[in-house]
């Protein structure tokens, strides 16, 4: 009987050995193998610069045959390549993110990258609140979402009513806010970085200039946000991973190390990325691009490093809107 115990132990262990042996050999294979494809996808913003020069530098060409960027134009086009399983890693306003995680959505928040970049775009030089443009029309892209959010938020924080105290026009995507401006049909918009800084381009630049009016940006939103709150920062977007990506740690430890590698690069060579960038956001210049460069505005950080600041921001958005992030607010997971 002694001796029948030790033989199935001993048959145990020679399995078990066996099942890690093949289970190494399968890790081994599984790792050498590449990927068919990295599918990224952002805004016409510099949120996705980096995410383009990895596309097209081939950052990614020992681990994927082949790495692709897709622009997102509006927030609706973004929730469709994320539900539709369209891409792999998005650059997307944090809430967004919160919103769609909170909805089942399998979907990991790589990082934190934009901390502003979102400016009013204004015919006046100085702006210093929102109560300056009591009763003025102001242009805001991309209605509910960041920065209508921000808009509203500050607002609220002076006493204002969006609805009754302004006259706002709700713009399909940022680019139209822009051509309003240079238009005279508006006064203010509300446009990130790189279009803030194409506006101005435009209005001092010929033909445009000749019809266009001299246009500031005259207010920082992530300025009025600490003003206002306490000196909240303003985690404004950054990079996820969804769908099958969601479980990939290895992928997202590599994509994250990309970007900061692909964002140093960019800001040594800026003519080479705004290039780049070009090619996917043609209405831009290469001027705009290397100048905007300059205002340092991504500063790319893992999401576990900055989840208090991203929790204090979203407790903020819970209080004016719950429906803002998905109802509630997401649990520690989302955070890690």
């Known amino acids: 009987?002694?001796?029948?115990?030790?033989?199935?132990?001993?048959?145990?262990?020679?399995?078990?050995?066996?099942?890690?042996?093949?289970?190494?050999?399968?890790?081994?294979?599984?790792?050498?193998?590449?990927?068919?494809?990295?599918?990224?996808?952002?805004?016409?913003?510099?949120?996705?610069l980096p995410l383009i020069y990895m596309?097209?530098?081939?950052?990614?060409?020992?681990?994927?045959?082949?790495?692709?960027?897709?622009?997102?134009?509006?927030?609706?086009?973004?929730?469709?390549?994320?539900?539709?399983?369209?891409?792999?890693?998005?650059?997307?306003?944090?809430?967004?993110?919160?919103?769609?995680?909170?909805?089942?959505?399998?979907?990991?928040?790589?990082?934190?990258?934009?901390?502003?970049?979102l400016w009013l775009v204004s015919r006046r030089e100085n702006v210093a609140?929102?109560?300056?443009?009591?009763?003025?029309e102001i242009a805001i892209p991309f209605r509910g979402d960041m920065p209508d959010i921000l808009f509203e938020l500050n607002a609220a924080k002076e006493n204002l009513n969006v609805q009754k105290d302004f006259k706002i026009r709700y713009l399909a995507n940022i680019f139209d806010a822009l051509q309003l401006l240079i238009l005279r049909q508006v006064d203010h918009a509300l446009l990130p970085d790189p279009a803030a800084s194409m506006a101005l381009e435009k209005s001092?630049?010929?033909?445009?200039?000749?019809?266009?009016?001299?246009?500031?940006?005259?207010?920082r939103f992530e300025t009025l946000l600490k003003e206002n709150f306490n000196n909240q920062k303003l985690p404004q977007a950054g990079i996820a991973a969804v769908n099958h990506a969601a479980q990939n740690f290895a992928l997202q430890n590599r994509i994250y190390a990309e970007y900061k590698k692909a964002l140093a690069f960019c800001e040594e060579n800026a003519a080479t990325c705004a290039k780049m960038m070009m090619k996917y956001a043609p209405m831009l210049s290469t001027n705009v691009v290397v100048e905007s460069l300059k205002s340092r505005d991504l500063n790319p950080q893992k999401t576990a490093d900055v989840a208090s600041d991203l929790k204090d921001f979203f407790l903020l958005l819970n209080q004016q809107n719950p429906k803002l992030i998905g109802g509630k607010m997401p649990d520690d997971s989302f955070f890690e």
């Open 1 to 48: 009987m002694a001796i029948q115990k030790t033989f199935g132990l001993a048959l145990k262990i020679a399995v078990f050995g066996l099942v890690l042996v093949f289970s190494n050999v399968f890790a081994q294979n599984a790792q050498n193998q590449k990927l068919a494809e990295v599918r990224l996808s952002g805004p016409g913003a510099f949120l996705s």
């Open 204 to 219: 001092q630049s010929l033909p445009v200039s000749v019809i266009a009016p001299k246009l500031y940006k005259a207010l």
């Open 129 to 136: 609140h929102l109560a300056d443009l009591k009763n003025e």
């Open 55 to 117: 596309a097209e530098s081939g950052a990614l060409n020992d681990i994927a045959e082949k790495t692709t960027f897709q622009l997102w134009k509006n927030p609706d086009q973004l929730r469709l390549f994320v539900l539709d399983q369209k891409t792999d890693f998005i650059a997307l306003p944090s809430n967004v993110a919160a919103n769609l995680y909170n909805r089942g959505v399998p979907l990991k928040l790589v990082n934190i990258a934009a901390w502003g970049g």
